[in-house]
């Protein structure tokens, strides 16, 4: 990164932001590099590269944002888009109802890097194609399996953010994940089962540690018992939840709701509100005593730990749900003092350079309870146990909900016994939330992380990571969904 010539385009558009005579101003530059590895049916059937670069400047004058961006870094193009940026944030000023005032920040002057012990960007392609190719071999090895998957993916951001308050900010940020799947045939039925790393911010030390080879001998063996295996008969269950199944539910059940822009209205038009609504916080039974819910957008190696949000806030941990008391929002700077808050919980992240930031979901964990997963299912007379993700259905305020899964296996009398299909369950999110009566100890915590979380006008992808123990909820209701492989 040219440090120096990134700095000279910040001087240059903070300079005619201060003209202006707007109260506040940013510039992000940001050059990112995606490479995508897919195969397909034993062969390599993909390798995309992507190369993005450019830059947005945000401006909020007399209490209303203007924002512009460009593809085009040059000494010309930097000040003309700052004074487009200028210009449209007093066209809203001169149109706004009413005026956004943001939290206060102190100063930040930092550099963030991704610690990183193999550089996926330096592994040669022979390497990983080699990879993809030996794991869909594998899984292909099992009889049954009429067809295999499996890709790996990194991404590194580099950016600039720079703030007329001061704050000057250096990224160098890497995420990267890897997966597969194998899809068995019976009787003209079909089912699948996958593996996945998380998505998390390591090096190419993350799919290596990860042992493809053995996981695609356990899913291909467990997607020939899936496509053989009952349909589930409908009617209450235990469930016990796993990780990666539950960084879905509480992505959508809990994350979405805790969004304060949405809860006040501000995604109303397209992604939705939130059935937690303001006058909730601090007394609405959202769960058991069982259930903490928490942000941690400091954690290592999580997806939303970059150490500043694009607002420049410090990343912080907080309370969503303690002891199943609805607590806390993920917010901005922006909507933070709409309750009151005088510090924005550090959640303002745009998907590249061209878009503004919004409010998004964070690192939303459940908190470790006790004892282990098998204990959970020993008290369990009559259950389900769920892996992965699969099919969900949530409405637009995340209160009425039902998620499938990608693998599930009966439980009778405190046992696992066999494999069951079509299982979605459904519910109310308080009530699923308060029918949780355990929750496994750190040691079976795993994390999971999203890259597509879609929200935004026009359509922006958010990063975050959800962590979970698996967690048993009693009497949730089952329904056979046909075909719902
Ligand atoms: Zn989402």
Redesign the pocket.
């Known amino acids: 990164m040219n440090t120096s010539t990134w700095d000279e385009f910040a001087e240059l558009a903070l300079k005619r932001i201060a003209l202006s005579g707007a109260e506040y101003g940013d510039i992000r530059i940001q050059d990112s590099i995606t490479e995508h590895l897919e195969g397909e049916d034993r062969r390599i059937a993909s390798i995309r590269d992507l190369h993005d670069r450019g830059f947005g400047v945000r401006v909020l004058y007399h209490g209303a944002w203007g924002f512009a961006a460009s593809s085009v870094l040059s000494l010309e193009e930097v000040p003309r888009v700052a004074d487009l940026a200028i210009e449209i944030a007093k066209g809203s000023a001169s149109v706004a109802i009413e005026k956004v005032r943001l939290a206060e920040e102190p100063v930040h002057r930092d550099c963030v890097v991704t610690p990183c012990r193999i550089d996926p960007f330096r592994v040669p392609l022979e390497k990983k194609a080699d990879l993809l190719l030996q794991t869909m071999d594998t899984l292909q090895r099992q009889s049954g399996i009429a067809r295999s998957s499996a890709s790996l993916w990194a991404r590194r951001d580099r950016k600039l953010l720079v703030s007329s308050e001061g704050t000057h900010l250096e990224f160098d940020l890497l995420a990267g994940q890897g997966e597969c799947m194998a899809t068995a045939l019976h009787e003209g039925r079909f089912a699948s089962r996958s593996f996945s790393t998380p998505h998390l911010r390591k090096g190419y030390e993350l799919i290596e540690e990860a042992d493809f080879l053995r996981e695609a001998s356990r899913v291909a063996e467990q997607a020939v018992e899936k496509v053989r295996a009952p349909a589930v008969d409908a009617g209450p269950y235990d469930l016990v939840l796993d990780p990666e199944h539950l960084s879905l539910t509480i992505?959508e059940s809990c994350?979405?709701p805790s969004e304060l822009d949405r809860a006040i209205g501000y995604e109303a038009n397209y992604a939705g509100t939130s059935f937690l609504t303001t006058d909730k916080r601090g007394n609405f039974r959202y769960g058991s005593p069982a259930v903490s819910l928490i942000a941690d957008n400091t954690e290592p190696e999580t997806l939303a730990a970059t150490g500043y949000d694009d607002d420049g806030v410090l990343c912080q941990q907080w309370d969503i749900v303690r002891n199943g008391i609805f607590v806390g929002y993920c917010t901005n700077r922006e909507v933070a003092p709409k309750i009151g808050e005088s510090r924005s919980r550090g959640s303002n992240r745009a998907d590249g350079w061209a878009n503004i930031p919004i409010v998004r979901?964070a690192n939303i964990g459940l908190e470790a309870g006790e004892g282990t997963r098998d204990q959970l299912i020993d008290d369990v007379k009559r259950g389900i146990y769920i892996e992965g993700h699969g099919s969900y259905s949530i409405d637009q305020r995340r209160y009425n909900f039902q998620f499938g899964g990608d693998a599930f296996w009966l439980i009778e009398n405190g046992r696992r016994t066999h494999m069951l299909r079509d299982v979605i369950y459904h519910g109310i999110t308080p009530e699923f939330w308060n029918s949780c009566d355990g929750v496994a100890d750190r040691i079976s915590r795993r994390r999971y992380g999203?890259i597509t979380?879609?929200k935004g006008q026009p359509g922006q992808s958010?990063w975050m990571t959800h962590a979970a123990s698996p967690a048993r909820f009693r009497r949730v209701h089952v329904i056979r969904g046909e075909g719902s492989a």
């Open positions: 992505h994350g979405h979901i999203f979380c879609g958010g």
